[in-house]
């Protein structure tokens, strides 16, 4: 580590997190894979520094607020996409129904694989 100020390193970080911000907007996730290395390494060392002015690491702290909520967002949709994407594979399978008397009945819906020709 060279002489680097607490500024340097909040600045670094501010940076950091604008890219972290975009690539969660644009929905580039797989960026934050390369970007959190970098986030961690930061942090570390402002928080290896004898003395850190609150009031500097507050803009920061207000984008980690910022981007985690991006984050919890994405990871959302993803559960939602999965949970759409496991309920469409059920409805492929079959179609359950219940009888007067509350037994399950299964309906397939395979589609047959062989090829009618018709003249």
């Known amino acids: 580590m ?6 340097d390193l909040i600045a670094a970080l501010d940076e950091l997190l604008d890219l972290e911000r975009t690539a969660l907007v644009d929905g580039e996730l797989e960026r934050l894979g390369t970007l959190l290395p970098q986030k961690e390494k930061l942090i570390e060392r402002i928080n ?6 609150r009031d ?5 702290q207000n984008k980690v607020t910022r981007n985690q909520s ?19 594979r059920r409805v492929r399978r079959g179609l359950e129904t219940y ?11 395979e589609v047959s694989k062989n090829l009618e020709k018709r003249a």
């Open 48 to 53: 290896q520094l004898d003395s850190v002015e």
């Open 70 to 88: 991006l984050l919890n967002s994405a990871m959302e949709g993803i559960q939602a996409v999965a949970n759409r994407m496991a309920e469409l």
């Open 99 to 109: 009888d007067e008397s509350g037994r399950k009945t299964q309906h397939s819906t």
């Open 56 to 60: 500097a690491l507050v803009g920061v």
């Open 2 to 7: 060279k002489n680097e100020t607490a500024s």
